[in-house]
């Protein structure tokens, strides 16, 4: 009865820990570069015995190999897609810095991202998503993220094999409100990069031997940068209730 009971608790871990474990490797401020992959395991190998006694509605232990297979296959999916989700929904800002970079002549400017395993980005893009992940863990959001990956067991049922087709439709959905999430971001700079190339057509059209380009640029960042000024904490504030209104789908009512 002991070796019974061990091997179905054991069975239980190792199934919350694969879909746990698939989904911080890819969960803001969790799966980023920075982060040593031994303090993911021990997180993800922390959260699954946590999760191990409250979860309740987990199958038994297949006989054959292929169901078990099956099994952690579906956890694994499950995880990797809300974790993905959660990387989606981030990705706003990188496509906010991106535009906001293009409107101020910055767009060629790339660095290291910081924020993802690999990759570059524009300055601005870095800058928004190195401030995204400090106020997610200032505003406790990743316990909203942590609580979404609880709650997923009454979302997502273990043992059933997940509808990759609904998968790839809210992962098209989410793709869209993240790039619409992006506009209202960079939305100020949008405006006024189009006045100034606006006003910059209407003078070289007046005067056509100028560089205006070149005369337009230092302009152009000093504009760019004091709107970012101005606008960057109404900015992050807005975000980061759209960014806790897309967790709240995955959060079940109390």
């Known amino acids: 009865m002991l070796s019974q009971f061990l091997a179905t608790e054991l069975f239980s871990f190792f199934l919350i820990f694969c879909r746990v474990g698939s989904a911080l490797m890819l969960l803001p401020g969790f799966g980023e570069s920075y982060v040593s992959p031994r303090i993911r395991l021990l997180l993800a190998v922390m959260f699954a015995i946590l999760l191990t006694p409250v979860i ?20 694994i999916l499950t995880g990797l897609f809300l974790g993905g989700i959660s990387r989606i929904i981030i990705s706003a800002t990188h496509t906010a810095g991106t535009i906001i970079a293009l409107q101020s002549s910055l767009a060629s400017a790339l660095v290291q991202d910081v924020t993802q395993i690999q ?22 959001l990743h316990h909203l993220m942590l609580r979404g990956l ?105």
């Not at 006045?195 to 960042?221: D, T």
Request: proline residues 6%; charged residues 10%; contains cysteine.
């Open 56 to 75: 309740k509605n987990l199958p038994e232990m297949p006989v054959a190999v292929f169901g078990l297979v099956t099994l952690i296959v579906a956890e």
């Open 119 to 140: 990759g570059q980005v524009s300055p601005i893009g870095n800058l928004l998503g190195m401030a995204t992940i400090v106020l997610i863990f200032i505003m406790d």
């Open 150 to 254: 609880m709650d997923s067991y009454s979302l997502f049922l273990p043992g059933h094999f997940p509808i990759v087709e609904d998968f790839a439709n809210y992962a098209t959905q989410g793709l869209s409100g993240a790039f619409n999430a992006a506009l209202k971001l960079s939305a100020p700079h949008i405006v006024v990069g189009l006045i100034l190339f606006l006003g910059a057509g209407i003078i070289a059209r007046l005067v056509p031997n100028i560089q205006i380009f070149f005369l337009l640029m230092a302009p152009q960042i000093l504009i760019s940068f004091f709107i970012l000024m101005i606008c960057f904490s109404s900015m992050m504030i807005w975000y980061m209730e759209y960014f806790k209104e897309s967790l709240n789908h995955f959060i079940a009512p109390a």
